[in-house]
């Protein structure tokens, strides 16, 4: 059974960092992408950011690209999405997932497993 788990989030003042971990049980078939997805309070799921399984390419919403970034240590089964520069509209619970494929990787649909979310708050 695949399974995700997403830590690292918190509380932090605005313009401070975290770093958010998402660890698979390593069941997974690979090779897969890896995205991360973020829920507002009463927004809708929106795409954050990906990487392919072998690091080399990945694809950033505009309203983080340059803020945050995201790598993964496949020997550990975990990515990373470091987060700086933080404001307050980048408060949500952010979700990692899992695709088999190479498509459409911004849309939630294309995923086949997720975790449990990690929320993080930026306090202005």
């Known amino acids: 059974q695949v399974r995700l788990a997403e830590s690292g989030g918190g509380l932090v003042q605005a313009g401070g960092s975290l770093r958010l971990s998402c660890e698979d049980s390593g069941r997974t078939v690979r090779p897969y992408t890896t995205g991360w997805f973020r829920r507002a309070p009463g927004k809708e799921r929106e795409f954050v950011a990906a990487?392919?399984?072998?690091?080399?390419?990945?694809d950033y919403t505009d309203s983080v690209r340059g803020r945050f970034t995201i790598s993964r240590d496949n020997a550990k089964n975990t990515v990373y999405l470091q987060m700086n520069s933080l404001k307050p509209e980048d408060t949500a619970v952010y979700y990692c997932?899992?695709?088999?494929?190479?498509?459409?990787?911004?849309?939630?649909?294309?995923?086949?497993?997720w975790g449990q979310g990690t929320q993080v708050t930026v306090s202005s």
């Open positions: 997932a899992l695709s088999g494929g190479l498509l459409r990787l911004r849309l939630p649909f294309s995923y086949n497993y």
């Open positions: 990487i392919n399984w072998s690091g080399t390419n990945t």
